[in-house]
């Protein structure tokens, strides 16, 4: 399926960088994927490993 989502960034969402939390971009790509699975069966993550450099 496709999913579009919107999400307003506020000083609670960013590092000491200011770029997004690594948890925050963790949390959308869990939410989103969900979503766009259900489209097809039920399911739920039970493991979310996410690299970033």
Known sequence: GTV???FDVTNEHVNS?????EGCI???????????ISAYKTN?????FISLV
């Open 26 to 36: 963790a949390s959308l790509i869990d939410m989103v994927t969900s979503v766009a």
């Open 4 to 6: 579009e989502i919107e």
């Open 17 to 21: 960088s200011e770029h997004l939390h």
């Open 44 to 48: 739920v993550s039970i493991d979310l």
